[in-house]
Nanobody
Framework: QVQLVEAGGGVVQAGGSLRLSCVAS????????MGWFRQAPGKEREFVAT????????YYADSVKGRFAVSRDNAKNTMFLHMYNLKPEDTAVYFC??????????????????WGQGTQVTVSS
């Protein structure tokens, strides 16, 4: 079993920044690709970013490209999402996820096997 715990959410004004973290336990995450998703009220869960097991490869949704950066510290079993120039439309619950299968890019939620409980990000205008 894998447990994922997100932290770092909060309320920020438009144009501000936040850093989310996702701490894993139960497995060594260096063997797995991981991702971030978000879900706004009344909307489907949507892909935000993914990072390869080594951290060398990253891929982003167009809506966050150039403003968000995903990184990981495998020694600490932790993944991060650095969010800059936040917009009101970024308001959502953010989830981290882990993919047990090797894929080049995983952007669909059903490709991930373990999920955290989520952390709320609210961007005020």
């Amino acid at each position: 079993q894998v447990q994922l715990v997100e932290a770092g959410g909060g309320v920020v004004q438009a144009g501000g920044s936040l850093r989310l973290s996702c701490v894993a336990s139960g497995r060594d995450i260096s063997n797995y690709d991981m991702g971030w998703f978000r879900q706004a009220p009344g909307k489907e869960r949507e892909f935000v970013a993914t990072i390869s097991r080594s951290g060398e490869f990253t891929y982003y949704a167009d809506s966050v490209k150039g403003r968000f950066a995903v990184s990981r510290d495998n020694a600490k079993n932790t993944m991060f999402l650095h969010m800059y120039n936040l917009k009101p439309e970024d308001t959502a619950v953010y989830f981290c996820a882990l993919d047990l299968q090797y894929r080049r890019v995983a952007v669909h939620s059903d490709e991930y096997d373990y999920w955290g409980q989520g952390t709320q990000v609210t961007v005020s205008s």
